[in-house]
């Protein structure tokens, strides 16, 4: 009987054991197929700008070294097509070490509108290019005091406030809103822009996800500035949504948890 009792035992442990196993291989798999699909992804979007620029030189090489305003505004393109190709890689770099678990966070507290504004200042310019105005709009004696990773929260800011410059029409604008939600603050950007169709918004988060390649591509887009946003804020353990009509606007929001 205490035979049986501990064979009964072992053969409990050898199945648990198993059963671990199993589960350490289907994340690996996973993981492997994530890898090999983001490598595809990678490599798929790093061919078009380096297709484009082998075209220009060939194009220069064969015919356009003569002439001065053709040599020239072949060089500008592919010129324009090594920025692309460097604004992809400080991407995957930055998402490589989001993923990879290398980036700390290095939490401190600090006021959210004072980062905004900053980061408004930074993209004023960009922004009156494209006859963009940006508001702000604070509630009064509220308490913004946040505890995050401000440096990360900027880059987040930078790149939401960007894309609706990128995807904002002339003359629009675009808001930038705090609201006091008890222990957390709610940050919204909001734009009077393009729109995104309701059958792309589960996507955009999606690296190298976008709703029109051709703009994002003449706006300089590499396609993983959301995926970088939700990985920083999934990062601050908090979430981030967006609402979006076409044609009218989008508006993205995310929390941060208040500082004491
Ligand atoms: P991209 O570099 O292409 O801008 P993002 O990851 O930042 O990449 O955004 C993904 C896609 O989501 C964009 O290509 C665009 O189609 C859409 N998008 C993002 N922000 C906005 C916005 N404010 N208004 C309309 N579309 C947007």
Known sequence: ??????????????????????????????WSEYRRAFLGDISHELKTPIFNIQGYIESLIDSGVEDPVFSLSFLKKAAKNVDRLQTIIQDLETISKLETGNMLLEITSFDIRELGKE??????????????????KEGANQNFRVKADREKIRQVLINL??????????????????????????????DNGIGIPKEHLAHVFDRFYRVDKSRSRTQGGSGLGLSIVKHIIEAHAQTINVRSTPNLGSTFGFTLDKAG
């Open 119 to 136: 980061v408004f200042e930074e993209l004023e310019i960009k922004a009156a290019e494209r006859n963009i105005s940006l508001d702000f």
């Open 161 to 190: 406030v960007h894309n609706s410059i990128k995807y904002g029409i002339p003359n629009g604008r675009i808001k930038f809103a705090f609201y006091d939600m008890d222990k957390r603050v709610l940050i919204e950007v909001a």
């Open 1 to 30: 009987n205490a035979d049986a009792k501990i064979f009964e035992e072992v053969g409990e442990q050898v199945a648990a054991w198993a059963a671990n196993q199993q589960k350490e291989i289907d994340q690996l798999r996973s």
